[in-house]
Every structure is written in C-alpha cells, then in structure tokens.
Nanobody
C-alpha cells in the first residue's frame, strides 16, 4: 500500500498562484507514471498533468503555459505549480501514482477555489 497526502490547496483570487504537493509513503522513483487530476462540481474528473519516469510531461490544453508539474525523488514528492489561475480551475485536485509492481494509488484530494 502507498499513501499519498496532498496539500497546498486553498482560496485564491483569479490571477494568483498556488503550489500543490503530494507526498508519497513509498519511493516515487519506482513509479512509472504520476500526475494530477481535478474534478469541478458537477463535472467528470479531468486529467490535468502527467509525469513519466522518463521525464516526459503532458498537460491538458486548458492549463498549458500556466501549470507546471515537477517531482523531487529525494522527498518522494510530486508538485503542481499553478500560475495565472482562472475561475474555471476551481475543483478538487487529486494526485495519483502508478507503480508497475504495485498498482495505482490516489490521494485524498485538495480543494482549489479561485474567486472571479
């Protein structure tokens, strides 16, 4: 079992920034794929950003050039830097990590609210 603990969410005005963190109870260097999803009220969960062990990153179009995913293997932590936040970025953000020999794990979610 792997526990993922997220933090960094909160209330911010449009145009502001937040940095989300996701700390894993297991080394993330052995995770093959990790990233962030979000779910807005009344909407389906949406993939926001992905990071592979090979260093490839990918973003949903709506956050490109505003969000940046990064990782610190020494701290077993995944980050999501969110800049120029918009009202439509509001939602619960979930981190996930996939281990080829361990399965898929999700964090509990952290609320991000952007005021217009």
């Amino acid at each position: 079992q792997v526990q993922l603990v997220e933090s960094g969410g909160g209330l911010v005005a449009a145009g502001g920034s937040l940095r989300l963190s996701c700390v894993a109870s297991r080394s993330i260097s052995s995770s093959s794929v990790m990233g962030w999803y979000r779910q807005a009220p009344g909407k389906q969960r949406e993939r926001v950003a992905t990071f592979t062990s090979g260093g490839t990153t990918d973003y949903v179009d709506s956050v490109k050039d505003r969000f940046a995913i990064s990782r610190d293997n020494a701290k077993n932590t995944l980050y999501l830097q969110m800049n120029s936040l918009k009202f439509e970025d509001t939602g619960v953000y979930y981190c996930y990590m996939f281990y080829a020999r361990g399965g898929l794990y999700w964090g509990q979610g952290t609320q991000v609210t952007v005021s217009p």
